[in-house]
């Protein structure tokens, strides 16, 4: 029964836009907000939710979760594509029923995964009441539009303390593992193992660049004094400590134990996770590569076993059945998937921001069935109208592991070009969005059979070429 | 030839001033440097670092946010202040952006009315605003012989900088804001040093800045006969155009 006149809002607006062929995944709960502005709040009563906030990793995490669940028996309603703000989490809480993952048999219950912009969910934190809440990570991202990283960082801090949720927070990350303070009854820390860390650092260093990256958040806010790294995993994240007050990488319940003998870029990569509260570790395989995705995968094992814990189950139940379950996970479309065209393999990976930039081209750097990379950049308001963030990255120092092949296209197709050339590499062919598909095609040509081109776009760079693949060559919508 | 000569980049505050591509004006002095055979170096210098002027022969400080402005501000006016006034004084080569810009000079007047004080080394004072220009930009740069160029950059910021007699405007506005909206100029010039909004970042796109820099701080080390090699700059060029072109269509428009 409609009992809302918000709710009947968002269900007419949705039936309206998917009837002409819109995945409608903001408007109806824009339309909800505008009509029953305590929606969310009414929405959520009851509800089991789970919020992943955080710039980088936040829709791969809430990937990542909702699989797990849903093997374990859940029902799993979420805002998978990419519908963050309230308008989208409104829309998600009103109107996902229609989009259900179902479980597998009987189910054991309806589980809300939602994907939260950190902006956001100062805002509706208190309202949703989440029971567990993932925070991945602060990097520099799109700055013009979401002002400085310590300000983001204290709305996470004002939405957490209006909730009584779980906080799943990476203790590398020195900007977030300080939302601890004040709440240590109420906080998990997961991230990388410690002495691995350092262990892979000696044995495994980066290597030398002629200019390091430009880092954010290496200097403690409240003693202005540069933070010690005992050992590092990229970016800011490592096992930091203040020399001055002493604050330091909290001590993991869920650490990750990894040897980088092998390359997690690869499929399989072999690591384990320990749970230090039930003593118990699980070897595991990493089902969506990169290193990166060891954080999330080990956020993702933190936020289940603590709801399954929740839920009824024992510490050492919820941990098996979580660990269990990540090793079930596949990439979703658009973010890691290796799509098949033609006997060739096409991979596309969002990258929105430095850190995801740097990231991805250590991924594909590694991967050993690259054979070429694209690269197209947009500067819509949606991505940020400044490119010179492409410039924040350190490429010099990973030119000579990419693929030879480098294409180029977007909008900002020139400041790309200058980018890749500048760190020393050749691009095979470049132009703008108007030729994305004719390189794109070009590029697959040159893609031997069985290998793959991996290919960059950010964000409306993404919609457009997605639209593009869905109409050349048959594949899915993305909202479905 | 350029053989045997040397150039070292002094970078200013990396792990604090690093905003919106900073770094890729470091990079642009670097590549364009060395492709012309000479021996580019580049240090770091920040907070507690000491700063040995006569090692420096291009001086970079780019812009930061708020709270990270806050924790060099100290060390950038009062402990290596009267040195970078010393270099300024003396000719080195400086690129000052954004934040950098606006901490050279007298004052920095904050929403509050607050005044916070700056280095003072150039002739210009900032007053906040709570609405920020966000754009893209054009400029039209006269260079040292003369010739006149058009300069694409992107602009970010909330400070309205006002020059006094003492300094020169760097470019003037073709679209975009500048210094302060108001009288169509961008950045300020002072001897060899050079300040601007401009982010983008500034140098890569625009090879005819960098060279211009190289070329003082070469003349600067080594004498004033010092000529830089010719050296291509088509993929620049390319660049430059493709962005100019995609500003050019857009929807900013001149102050």
Redesign the interface.
Known sequence: MITFPGTAAAVVTRKILRLVGKGATTLPGKAAIRLSPSIIREKSRGKHIITITGTNGKTTTSHMISEMLNYLGYDIINNISGANLASGVATTLICGKDEMMRANGRSKGTIYVLETDEAAYAKIAGDLCPEVSVITNLFRDQLDRYGELTHTRDCIADGLNKTDAIAIVNSDDSLVASLGKGREDKTVFYGMGKKDMLRNNKLYPDRKSILPASPDAVYCPDCHIRYEYVSRSFGHLGDFKCPSCGFSSPISRFEVRYDLKQSPSNEDYPFAISDNLSGLTREMKLKIPGSHNLYNTCAAVSAVTVMLTKLGLSQEEAFEQATEAAGHVKAAFGRMEKIDVGGKKLCILLVKNPAGFDRSLSFVSEAEDAAGLMLLLNSNIADGKDVSWIWDVDLESKAEDLPENIFISGERWGDMLLRIEYAGMNVTESGDMSRAMEILNRALEMTPEGKCLYVMPNYTAMLSLRAALVHEYGLKEFWK | MSDGYKLVIG?FY???L???????N???L??RASLRGIDVS?RSI??ADELDPSMIDIAFIGGG????Q??MSDDLVRVKGPLIKDMIEDGKVFLCICGGYQMLGKYYKEHTGDIVECLGALDYYTEARSD?F???TIYSLVLDDGSEVKVAG?E?HSGRTYLGEGVKPFMKVLTGHGNNGEDGFEGAVYKNTFCSYS???LL??NPAITDMLLSRAMKKRYGESFELAPLDSS??D??????LE?IEKGKEKAP
């Not at chain 2, 946010?65 to 990270?68: G, I, L, M, N, T």
């Not at chain 2, 390319?238 to 962005?243: I, T």
């Open positions: 970078h990396p792990d604090l690093n905003l919106y591509g900073d770094r890729g470091v990079l642009a670097y590549r580049i920040s907070v946010q708020d709270s990270e806050n924790i920020r966000i754009n893209d992107f970010n982010h983008g970042s890569p796109k993929t620049e390319k660049a430059r155009a493709a962005a995609y």
